[in-house]
């Protein structure tokens, strides 16, 4: 990544939306976790996960920012390169822990039987892993042809995981209290909706967007989509996990607490 293409309002504007990220992912990783006990016991690992999602990006937020202030010198009013280079692997690594356990997250608030948990979780979170795993050859090589490549043998899994995620959670979905069907079926399309982002945005580079725009797109857009596919779809895990735990009597209401 060329940093000295950037004007200084668009390396300000990218370092802002990670301070952003940041912000976002430690305040949602509190509220999950403090607000855990109003949940029964039968879904808290899915709001615990929820939250360790949105710890591990936090963690991660903080180090993108912290590379990419080392990356450049902005003191002479332009912004030239440290020689340190941008750190790309810092959004790989908290893929490649996050992005399975979004799904696992999925799984646990559906509380399906003990088995069907373990395979899908298995199924899924593997796909997910190895989607991420080869996307990454791509994201650094430095020739077109190898990005695409990559490209194509990531959509592999990602195609599988949306196929899985449409048909294959349907009988679980249907099977689900009348109540949350439409919360859950809202985070199955909020899943898809944000994860389509990032195949698209690893495009652009092959399609002739370079330069200081394209590269604050990118990263202002993987941000974004970040903070919608962690912290905006663990509210809606959060909200199933509150709703069935009324649901299933586990926890008394506010007003008959003595
Ligand atoms: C919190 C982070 C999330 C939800 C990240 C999701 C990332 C993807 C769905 C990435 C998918 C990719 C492809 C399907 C092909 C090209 C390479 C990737 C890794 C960008």
């Known amino acids: ?36 006990s109003e949940i029964a016991p039968a879904y808290r690992l899915a709001v615990t ?44 690594v908290d893929w490649l822990l996050t992005v399975p356990l979004l799904l696992i997250e999925l ?39 190898l990005r695409f490549v990559f490209w194509v043998l990531s959509m592999i899994p990602f195609v ?20 949350v069907k439409k ?6 399309y909020l899943v898809i909706g944000s994860w389509l982002f990032y195949p698209i945005v690893y495009l652009f580079p092959l399609v002739g967007l370079t330069g200081g725009a394209a590269i604050t797109a990118l990263e202002v857009g993987y941000t974004v989509a970040d903070i919608v596919a962690k912290a905006v779809f663990g509210v809606f895990i959060f909200m199933i996990a509150v709703r069935k735990s009324k649901l299933e009597g586990e926890t008394k209401p506010v007003s008959d607490q003595s």
């Open 183 to 188: 919360l859950i079926n809202i985070s199955v």
């Open 1 to 36: 990544m060329e940093i000295e293409a950037l004007s200084i309002g668009q390396y300000s504007f990218v370092q802002n939306a990670y301070s952003f990220g940041f912000a976002v992912m430690a305040a949602a990783t509190l509220f999950f976790w403090l607000m855990k």
């Open 107 to 145: 799984i646990l608030v559906m509380r399906l039987s003990q088995q069907e948990t373990i395979k899908k979780s298995t199924i899924l979170g593997g796909a997910a892993a190895l989607m991420i795993i080869l996307g990454y050859p791509g994201e650094v090589s430095e020739t077109g042809g």
């Open 160 to 179: 599988f995981i949306v196929h899985q995620l449409v048909v294959g959670l349907k009988g679980s979905i249907d099977s689900q209290p009348e109540s």
């Open 49 to 92: 996960i929820t939250g360790l999602v949105t710890a591990v990006a936090a963690y991660h937020y903080f180090q993108i920012m912290t590379s990419w202030g080392a990356a450049a010198d902005i003191t002479s009013g332009e912004v030239l390169s440290t020689g340190q280079p941008f750190n790309q692997a810092y959004r790989y």
